[in-house]
Each structure stands twice: as C-alpha cells, then as structure tokens.
C-alpha cells in the first residue's frame, strides 16, 4: 500500500468515529490505546439506538412483531461473526460478556467434566490473566498440572519448547493468538496440529488478532477460539466462543435457566441445543446485534486491508521508537514489510516511569496505557515491573505517531534532564 492509499484509508474512516473528534486538555485527541478497547464508529452506535428506538424486545419468547424483529437480528449477527471467523455452522457461535466469559464458560463445562488429576494443560508465559487464572482454578479444582511455553530469544513463542511439553498427558492447549505486551503473533495452526497428534484439545484466545486480521476458525483448526467485541468496534458486554460443533454438543451446560431448556420439570430438565444451551437468561440483544454491525463495518473495510494498513503504522512507529536510545521495547521488531507483530509497541524508558509517562501524555491529548496489562507473570519474566504501551487501530495515522513521539521525546529530555 502507498503512503497515498493510507492517508486515504486514514482520513475516510476518521469521519466515522465521533470521538475521535475531541480535545483533551486542550489538544487534540490522539487515542493510542486500541488494544485495551478500539473505539466506535457511527455505524454501531447507530445499531445501538436503532435497536432501543425501534425494535427493543426479548428474543426467542414472544410472538409479537417486535419480538421476532428482535430475534431476527440478534440471529442475523450471529451468522456475521460464523462468516467473520469462518465458521463452518452458525451454531458454532456462541455470545458471551466477552473473551474472559467464553475462556471460563469452557474451563468450567468442558474443564469439569473432562480433566482429571494428572492431566496437562499447556498455557504460555504470554497469556493474559484471562487465559491464566481459570485454567488455575481448573487445576485447584481437579489436580491437573499447568505447564508453560517459555520465549525465544525474541521474545516470541517458543515452538521448540512448547513440543518438549507435549504428551499424551497433556490434556488441553490454551495459547493467546496474538500477545498483548508482547505483540508477537503466535503460529496457531501449526500449535493446534500438533496438540491434535497428542489428543489434546485446543483453545486461541484472538483477543488481539480478530481486530486486527483475517482470522479463518476452519484453517486453525482449534477446538475453542474466543474475542471480545469491544477490542473490535463492537459495544462492551458482547463476545464470542467459536467452538467445533460436535465439541461443544458434547459439553454440559455452563450457566443455567431460561432460554437454554428443552423440557424442565421439578427435578430435571432437558437442554436446548447449541447455541442456546450456552446462552443462559436475556443476553445482551442490542450490544449483539451492533457486533453484527461492527462485523459489517470492518469486512466492508476488508480484513486484509486494515492489516495492510497497520503493517506499514507499525513499520513506521519502530522506526521513530528507534530515534530514542532510551526506549527498550518488548517482542519482535516487525520485518521489513511491518509484518511479524502486532501494531502496537510496549515498552520502557530508562529514566521515566511508565505511569508518570502516561500522565504527561495525557496532558499533551496523548491516551496510551501504563501496567502490567494483565500479563504480571510475563512481565517478571522480562524484569519489568510495569511497561508503556502504545497500541493503534486503523483510523491512526502517521501524524499521530509522529505527536506521540516527540511528546515521549520530550518526557524523556525532561526526565532525563532532572535524574540524569
Ligand atoms: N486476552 C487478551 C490477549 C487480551 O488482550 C485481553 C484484554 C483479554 C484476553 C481479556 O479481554 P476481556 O474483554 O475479556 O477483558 N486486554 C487488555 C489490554 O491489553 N488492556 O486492557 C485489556
């Protein structure tokens, strides 16, 4: 793509995110921090409204016409996210509050009745504690063992060692797509086929890949794949579980009560097939149906386009980072295409503390997130306490970069003028 074709991508998408439009503290917004959530463009909150203005009922209960109107769409987008993450069947879908919800809906249906004491799970030192915590409470539960993928020298995933781990024990593969510190995008087809051989079952948290990339469930082959909606335009309180239809017929219930019953008398009852057996009480309808928008918005854009389009903010946000010696950033650095990793940089600076640089940011309109981003075990693991992270979308531009970093630049100066 040309430096021409981007600035046009850029400049056409901008006019459909209000907020984008703002000042903060007096300059104008740069909004740099996509990968804890990407903001909303017109066409979901319009959905939104549409729903409570026009349309808004509970689905699957009345025979009214609201009713079936609201039904229909919330079916509708159901059918978006199976063409969205290619699905083979629309009842592979299931909505969720979001990745952390889908992660534990299966560490507890699929978790309890199928892993016992002495079984393996293999999770990586990159997971968010999404993908960490209910596989420790899984093990706390039944006696199973966690192991863990180390990094390479790059900071990346280590292939080689995560087929050490592999055995006839292991029980359950459950690796991030793409790492949210690390931003390193992780060999998931060739991790699943391989977990395959040894009988396990396999879970890709796409938290940050489905956002961001074509992701295609089918050519994966995994067993599970999970996302936030609100990582990808979408409102907060929706996301999803891909799941192989034949796994999750074959998993108990997760939540119980309305809306995933078959026949229910005083002492048993009988349960819904998939999908409604996992979708317990009134779902989230209106946040739902606007993913289904957002799905729209992104594909009329292309996948494959916004991925273009990030590759080369990515090229160009490593290359000014590499302007400052003082900037250490974590995982890969992208090839020469941009591609290999994530658009997003987490790092450090030796004089500033990530906090106190995101407060100065902050009064500069600058938003980029200062933690451990909910991956604390990786980050002992590379010795850092806490790290920065700028992370973009594809309504970022060059400009803004270029805004981030002379305000980074001069953070530094300072700092480094008063400590150095
Ligand atoms: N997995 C990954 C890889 C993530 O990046 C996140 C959120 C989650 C799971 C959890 O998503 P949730 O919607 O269920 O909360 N990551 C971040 C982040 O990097 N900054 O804020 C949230």
Redesign the pocket.
Known sequence: MTLAQERTLASKVRADFPILHQEIHGKPLIYLDN??TSQKPLAVLNALEDYYRGYNANVHRGVHTLSARATDAYEAARDKVQRFVNAARREEIIYTR????AINLVAYAWGNANVQAGDEIILSVME?H??LIPWQLLAQRTGAILKFVSLTETEEFDLAHYKSLLSERTKLVAV?HV??TLGCINPVQEITTLAHQVGAKVLI?A??SVPHMAVDVQAIGCDWLVA?G??MCAPTGI?FLYGKLEVLRAMPPFLGGGEMIADVFLDHSTYADVPHKFEAGTPAIAEAIALGAAVDYLMAIGMDTIHAYEAELTTYLFQRLAELPEVRTYGPKPDANGEGRAALAAFTTGAVHPHDLSTILDQEGIAI?AGH??TQPLHRLVKAQSTARASLYFYNTREEIDGFIAALKQAIDFFGGIFG
């Open positions: 990968a804890a979001n990745a952390t919800e968010h999404s993908n991030v790492s949210n948290d938290c940050q936030s609100h990582k996301g997130r981003h909910c």
